[in-house]
């Protein structure tokens, strides 16, 4: 993201894209580290001149996300879920994630990161993380991902700006399994939730009902409740 944001700064187009062989540094929200093996995963940053409000940023890394699902469940035919905010899952294991940045040059940069042909993972991540060579035995062109993942993205980010992020919303809702009727527990900081997922609301935060009333979660980590 650091690099996409140089090329911003000297005022490179929408949709310009950086692409990494490795990460040495990836993050995710709230600071933590994103697992980013050496050829085995695709990681890219795109470089997005929308019009948009910075109340729309939720909904922009929602757009995202329904454009990596959109690219990897056409290219390698399988069901990706959403779960919200930032986070692509297949078989319940995360497989994608996302996270936007504001840029320079009144730029964002959307930083993505696809698990594609990883084998395995680290003991600590081989029950949360997933690639698409594990769920589908075979592995995939980086070059072919990349360039359908990157339209989809820039396709979805354009749907925000014209029709407005309650589409978004709408859509978001509709290919996730998360947002409605799921018990999870949220972490957030010193704080978890525990609940029954509730929808969305105006501004995209996650809604869970709980026995105290319906929580809005502006951010956390939403993961499966734990069963009784």
Request: cysteine-free.
């Amino acid at each position: 993201m650091v690099d996409a944001a140089a090329l911003a700064a000297r005022g490179e187009p929408h949709g310009t894209v950086v692409v990494a062989e490795r990460q040495t540094a990836g993050i995710g929200r709230h600071g933590h580290s994103w697992h980013s093996e050496a050829r085995g995963g695709l990681y890219l940053s795109i470089i997005l001149r929308l019009r948009l409000a910075p109340s729309d940023m939720p909904a922009l890394t929602m757009a995202l996300g329904l454009g990596v699902q959109a690219a990897v469940n056409d290219h390698a035919a399988v069901s990706a879920d959403l779960r919200w905010p930032n986070d692509v899952m297949l078989n319940e294991r995360k497989l994608a994630g996302i996270l936007v940045q504001a840029g320079p040059e009144d730029a964002l940069i959307a930083g993505i990161g696809v698990n594609l042909n990883q084998k395995a993972f680290p003991d600590e991540l081989a029950t949360i993380a997933t690639s698409l060579a594990i769920e589908t035995g075979r592995e995939f062109a980086k070059e072919e991902v990349l360039n359908q993942v990157v339209a989809e993205s820039v396709r979805y980010g354009s749907l925000l700006a014209t029709a407005g992020r309650g589409e978004i919303f709408r859509r978001f809702e509709r290919s996730s399994s998360w947002v409605r009727d799921r018990e999870v527990t949220v972490d957030m900081d010193d704080l978890v939730i525990r609940g029954r997922t509730a929808g969305l609301d105006a501004n995209g935060f996650l809604l869970v009902a709980t026995g105290r009333g319906i929580e809005t979660i502006i951010a956390g980590g939403v993961r499966p409740a734990p069963h009784r």
